[in-house]
């Protein structure tokens, strides 16, 4: 379309005094009221809320709806779990960021050393992450020194992966700390409550998939 023609649909709206002036022009006519009609009926963009937050007001609760059963956050089973993890591992990142560790690489570490010679994929079920995470978890630990990977001899195209000396060393002084962490958070339960407590755990993980 003749760009003089869009520019006139464009300032119609705003100004259709200015606009008019020009659509009395020989040939111009048709093509701008055509135009004109065209602009009109496309959406409008809204203006940007330049409200405040301190001037807002948030919407009234409206409450469960028709036939929804009650939701009781705190009581959450997942919930709960989100919770007793969240903060056991805000305290132990502070505990193990001295030695270079995220909680993430100590999963890892971990992991290894219960299950040295694991695949790419093995670990990332172990530590319950996707494997390119555990991926680029495992590149950073390689650089450090701390782990080692080597062919599969079943499979040349797969990969093995196992900490060096260098990582069962690190290990060996973390686990320590991360043993002082889990018994914090353990305070107050028997013996017979935490072997309760695993075999539900145990039970709830084998009702759910280990990949997606």
């Given amino acids: 379309m003749n760009p003089f023609v869009l520019f006139i649909a464009s300032i119609a709206v705003l100004e259709p005094a200015s606009a008019m ?11 701008c009221r055509s135009a004109i009609d065209s602009h009109r009926t496309q959406p409008r963009y ?38 007793a993890l969240g903060r056991r591992d805000k305290s132990l990142a502070r505990a193990l960021a001295p030695f270079g560790l995220t909680v993430s690489r100590w999963r890892v ?6 299950r040295p010679g694991s695949s790419l994929t093995r670990l990332a079920e172990i530590t319950a992450v996707d494997r390119t995470t555990a991926m680029r978890t495992v590149e950073h630990m390689r650089r450090d020194g ?7 001899p079943a499979d040349r195209r797969s990969s093995l992966l196992a900490l060096t000396r260098k990582g069962e060393t690190l ?6 700390i991360v043993a002082d962490h889990n018994r914090r958070a353990i305070t107050g339960l028997s013996e017979q409550e ?13 009702n759910l998939p280990a990949q997606g």
């Fill in 146 to 152: 701390i782990v080692d990977r080597a062919a599969d």
């Fill in 46 to 83: 809204m203006k940007k809320d330049r409200t405040s937050d301190s001037q807002r007001t948030l919407p009234a609760a409206l409450g469960p709806l028709r036939g929804m059963p009650t939701f009781i956050l705190e009581k959450h089973l997942f919930y709960l779990f989100g919770q």
């Fill in 194 to 206: 935490l072997d309760i407590f695993v075999a539900q755990l145990q039970r709830i993980i084998a």
């Fill in 171 to 176: 290990f060996a002084k973390i686990f320590a």
């Fill in 21 to 31: 002036s020009y659509i009395d022009r020989p040939g111009l006519h048709a093509q």
């Fill in 109 to 114: 570490l971990a992991a290894l050393h219960a």
